[in-house]
């Protein structure tokens, strides 16, 4: 049950990256046959909001101002996928919004109960799109919003105000019926909104995190270390921020002398420890075999944070020998006039922090180089070339 717990607990704090997955989409060409698909359904809102002025008799113009505002929306809608590139986040949120709004108020201003039961279907198909493109909270907003206008409707209909034609006939309220009907109203939307749509986000959600996770460590793969930058960035902000790169030192040797099972032991504690060093908001990846990088905030001086990933390594307990790496930090101080901290500069950081790692390699191992420019500052501990020794003592 903890288990369970902490699982959705992760899911609901997990911000998903929408430039990342769109960056994604588009890597696979698969934005084009999704804008495509969009802007259809535009067209398919502008004709239900043609057959349902149809259907109610509506005679204040070709289709009312009602269903001319729904119309307007449709078409925008449907130019805007077609014509135009596709949308940032931001407007992404806009689009969601006002197609709720303008969702909602047909629904609630139709002169027929079955035409606004309809509508109701077009709320769980925005559901859809918000349970693929954004995070559980911007989709706990659309269920909540979904379930407010079903349940006001449900009243509607319940208390005899919404009558089963939109013709003039009168309507002759059987309080047990429409009560009945007002209920599973809203039991279908909880059924296929509050759950269904829940459901699909935490299963796509756990299929994408196992996609961005190294299966040995658990620790981020290179994909999802790209996954996760632009969050990091964003939570950095205007303060300094570092990337280390860690490299085991002569994991050949430890593969050749006591097999690729404890090699993989090795990988798996080393992550542990690396994990359990750094601040918990830090992103930590494993990129190669024997490779490792942490993205994080600074907080305190860069050579503690060196230090902190090398002596994390040599300290790994429970294992017959002594593990050492070698640790490369590169780092952005927000102090100066010309730092930036976006995901071009990490990209650049990430070069640095490679070089710097390697001229750790070369002053022997168990050594962090830390570079804050383009000549890296070293500074060496236990540099000497250790021999694999079993622990003593």
Known sequence: MADARSLYRTWWRDRVDYRWLVDTLRSHAALRGFKIMLGAGGIVMLLIAVLAALAQGDVSGPLGWQGGVEATVAGAWTLRWWLLPWPREIES?????????DTAANDLLARDR??????????????????VFHGPRILALHVGWSMLTAVMLAALIATGHL???????????????DLALGLDIVLVMVVVVGVILPFVQVCHWIVRVDALSDPLTGLLNRR???????????RCGRRSGYVASVDLDRFKTINDTFGHPFGDEVLVRAARRLRDTVEPEALVARTGGEEFVVVGCLREDPATVAEGLRAAVETTPDLPVTITASVGVAIVD?????AEWTEAAFRRLLHRADSAMYRAKRLGGNT?????????NEVRYLAHHRDLEPRTG
């Open 224 to 234: 999802g270390l790209d996954s996760y930058l632009a969050a990091q960035v964003d």
């Open 114 to 131: 079955v035409i606004a039961v309809l509508g109701i279907v077009l709320l769980m198909a925005m559901g859809g799109y918000v349970t």
């Open 334 to 338: 927000a102090a100066q006039p010309d």
């Open 368 to 376: 962090f180089v830390i570079t804050d420019g383009d000549e890296p």
């Open 93 to 101: 949120l806009v689009w969601i919004a006002l197609f709720d709004l």
């Open 163 to 177: 009558p089963a034609t939109g013709r003039g006939e009168p309507h002759t309220p059987g309080r047990y019926q």
